[in-house]
């Protein structure tokens, strides 16, 4: 079982551009949610996605948005990037009314 | 409004010895807490997960301990290694999966 895996694991952006984050669960689980994580900051809930539908939304604006496909793995979009949003991103995933979440090893976006 | 509170912030001890860290919540209603451990940029791995109904539980050197009535948790590392440096994060989940993040409390252990 590889857990849950991210992609990619480092990328370097700038100011307006967008980006594209993804993530495949933990097999079995069906449930993916996004978080980010500032240095040396707890992580912040984005959203949950369940059935292809997002399910719950953290305190984000529209420019985040996401995605989940038929087999469970998810993408995080980010549009016009802010210096702000340069963060750890946190995947994690469940089972739809499992409470355990299992992380992966995240992906560190840094905005110049 | 659901809050988890971690304290200390950050803490030095030396290889050997033992702390415990400490994790006061508000969050309602109440469904499971987890004590996470966080190495540097990686993603947090579960040490232990406690219910309502439990007060104590261990995973080799860590011990969690839950007090539901005044909303309080403790992480105790025993005989610390150099491989417990890392941030440890407490999270609470209400209802449906509702989860509430501490801002973690950082632990160097130091030879």
């Known amino acids: 079982d590889a857990g849950v895996t991210q992609s990619p694991t480092h990328l370097i952006k700038t100011r307006g551009q967008q980006v594209t984050l993804r993530c495949s669960p933990k097999s079995g689980h069906d449930t993916v949610s996004w978080y980010q994580q500032a240095l040396g900051q707890g992580p912040q809930f984005i959203f949950q996605y369940y059935e292809e539908e997002e399910r719950q939304r953290g305190n984000f604006p529209d420019r985040f948005s996401g995605h989940q496909f038929p087999n469970y793995s998810s993408e995080l979009n980010v549009n016009a990037l802010l210096l702000g949003d340069s963060a750890l991103y946190l995947c994690a995933s469940s089972l739809a009314y499992g409470s355990e979440q299992f992380f992966g090893p995240g992906t560190r976006l840094t905005v110049l | ?111």
Not at chain 2, 14 to 33: I, M
Not at chain 2, 43 to 65: C, D, Q, W
């Open chain 2, 1 to 111: 409004k659901n809050q988890v509170e971690q304290s200390p912030q950050s803490l030095i001890i030396l290889e050997g010895k033992n702390c415990t860290l400490q994790c006061n919540y508000t969050v309602s209603p109440f469904s499971n807490l987890r004590w996470y451990k966080q190495d540097t940029g990686r993603g947090p791995v579960s040490l232990t997960i406690m219910t309502f109904s439990e007060n104590t539980k261990s995973n080799g050197r860590y011990t969690a301990t839950l007090d539901a009535d005044t909303k309080q948790s403790s992480l105790h590392i025993t005989a610390s290694q150099l491989s417990d440096s890392a941030s440890y994060i407490c999270v609470v989940s209400g209802g449906y999966q509702k989860v509430t993040f501490g801002i973690g409390t950082k632990l160097q252990v130091i030879p």
